[in-house]
């Protein structure tokens, strides 16, 4: 079935009596099942969604998990996918000849009209099992801030998201079917077709949940400490990349030659924003440092949420290279800390880079410090008058709300 919600976000009324991919057989092996959930889970993770078994029930009723025309030869061949090792992407056919182009593609069967359409609006990264993934948070969380009461932004959103247990019968489960069934087929009344649609979305997500076991989906703990060194990079175990995943670009620079960016905004709240999160191995003062070669943002404003309140400090990304020392700071190793960089400078379209960040004890007695200096521009240590005055704009010290 067309996904229309893609084109038509507050699509009412039921979809139509098409058949969906999913209601054909798919030719996954159990191994190959287990390995495209556990890209769900990680893909998922990423973005801080650690109930990952709701996408893939949601996997199974589009599609019954399968990514590539291989896995499901009834229906249209899409573009080529690395996920597929070159192969045909799986396309919907239920939009007309397959010579049209115009099915939705992947697990969670994108649409924004034909191929080159729908690759155009949301990028290349959506051929792949992670990238279709990404872009299928991105849209559940825009739905549930919408349609849920009390939820009014991306953090509040994944909260709900990540509550909702997986049981039938449980209020929060029986609300996630509705809500999917409506957003993502059109099926929003009570009636016996949208009833069994929204039990469907789920069933199948606590049915794949039990399948793989709850140690399986266990992802809210997997930044357990610091990384030796005291290196955060980006998109590892103690990072978090929020917001729409197609305005996150990568590149092959900065540190580790790996880096990310997106454009700023004059924006009230962050559209996009990462989180470096900190698990020192023991509470005492850290030394924190940022990696920001190659950005052109003039206030890139990082919060550092420790020990009960939050500093702010802005930096001029376009006057630096390389390691540059945000300030020492008490933490308490009490799992809640962690250090927010928002696209929402005041400045729009500037350049933002989002890269490692380096903690380091400032007694050097234990594990989370040290590391190569790779470019540092910071003098080391506590941070000196100097050195602050010649990266950082401004230091707001207030109470955590």
């Known amino acids: 079935m067309r996904a229309v919600w893609w084109l038509f976000p507050l699509v009412t009324g039921c979809a139509t009596d098409e058949a969906s ?3 054909h057989a798919s030719a996954l092996t159990a191994e190959v099942r287990q390995a495209r959930a556990a890209l769900i889970r990680d893909s ?5 969604v650690h109930n990952a078994a709701l996408l893939g029930g949601i996997a199974i009723s589009e599609t019954n998990l399968a990514h590539c025309w291989s896995e499901a030869t009834y ?5 080529a996918s690395p996920s597929c090792d070159g192969g045909p992407i ?3 056919a239920a939009d007309g000849p397959c010579s049209d182009e115009q099915g939705g593609l992947g697990m969670f069967q994108f649409d924004a009209g034909t191929y080159s359409q729908t690759i155009s609006t949301y990028t290349d990264s959506i051929l792949t099992v992670e990238g279709n993934t990404a872009q299928a948070v991105a849209f559940v969380v825009d739905k549930v ?7 009014n932004d991306w953090q509040a959103a994944v909260d709900w998201i990540n509550s909702i247990p997986m049981r039938a ?8 079917g509705r809500l999917m069934a409506c957003r993502y087929n059109g099926c929003c009344s009570d009636s016996s077709l949208c009833t069994s649609r929204a039990a469907g979305y789920r069933d199948n997500a606590i049915d794949l949940y039990a399948e793989l076991g709850a140690e399986f989906w266990a992802t809210a703990d997997r930044c357990a400490a610091i990384p030796d060194g005291g290196v955060i990079d980006q998109r590892t175990e103690c990072y978090v990349a929020a917001g729409e995943p197609r305005y996150w670009r990568r590149e092959a620079s900065g540190f580790g030659d790996d880096r990310e960016w997106t454009g700023t905004t004059a924006a009230g709240k962050p559209s996009n924003y990462a989180q470096w999160l900190l698990r020192p191995a023991r509470a005492t003062t850290y030394t924190i440092e940022a990696y920001v070669t190659g950005g052109e943002a003039t206030a890139a404003s990082y919060e550092i949420h420790h020990a009960g309140m939050t500093d702010t ?3 001029d990304q376009a006057a630096q290279s390389g390691f540059v020392t945000l300030g020492d700071f008490e933490l308490t190793g009490d799992g809640s800390e962690y250090v927010l960089l928002g696209d929402n400078t005041g400045t729009a379209d500037q350049k933002l880079v989002y890269d490692a960040l380096r903690v380091t004890a400032t007694d050097g007695s234990d594990g989370n410090g040290g590391g190569d200096d790779l470019g540092n521009c910071s003098t080391g240590g506590r941070a000196s008058f100097g050195a602050i005055a010649a990266v950082v704009a401004l230091v707001l010290r207030r109470r955590r709300r």
């Open 145 to 151: 801030i919408l349609d849920i009461d009390g939820v």
């Open 313 to 315: 400090v802005m930096i």
């Open 21 to 23: 991919t999913a209601e």
């Open 75 to 79: 229906a249209c061949k899409g573009p």
């Open 90 to 92: 799986i396309a919907g």
């Open 169 to 176: 019968g449980d209020p929060l489960a029986d609300r996630w």
């Open 44 to 48: 998922a993770a990423e973005m801080g």
